[in-house]
């Protein structure tokens, strides 16, 4: 079993920057991924990006290539979502989530409560 646990949201303006965090308890094998996912009212949840827990193999959905990195500390079992040049349609709640695969094909069995972003214009 594996629980999740995000932080680092909060309201910005356009262009500013956050860091997401999201602590996992539990054991993360090897052949795990975590990723983090954003769903906006009235619209899917989608995946934004997500990295292998063994090799660091990484995914990033086009909507933020270049302006977000995902990166992870196995020491801490803690996944990081860096968030540069934010956009109002970055405007969602964020999860993060943990599963079996490499990224882009995972599946996903773990999911934390979320972290709202709100990005202003």
């Known amino acids: 079993q594996v629980q999740l646990v995000e932080s680092g949201g909060g309201l910005v303006q356009a262009g500013g920057s956050l860091r997401l965090s999201c602590a996992a308890s539990?054991?993360?094998?090897?052949?795990?991924?975590m990723g983090w996912f954003r769903q906006a009212p009235g619209q899917e949840r989608e995946l934004v990006c997500d990295?292998?827990?063994?090799?660091?193999?990484?995914y990033y959905a086009d909507s933020v290539k270049g302006r977000f990195a995902i990166s992870k500390d196995n020491a801490k079992n803690t996944v990081y979502l860096q968030m540069n040049s934010l956009k109002p349609e970055d405007t969602a709640q964020y999860y993060c989530?943990?599963?079996?695969?490499?990224?882009?094909?995972?599946?996903?069995?773990?999911w934390g409560q979320g972290t709202q972003v709100t990005v202003s214009s």
């Open positions: 989530a943990a599963g079996y695969g490499t990224p882009p094909t995972v599946g996903y069995r773990y």
């Open positions: 539990g054991r993360i094998f090897p052949n795990y991924a």
């Open positions: 990295i292998s827990w063994g090799a660091g193999t990484t």
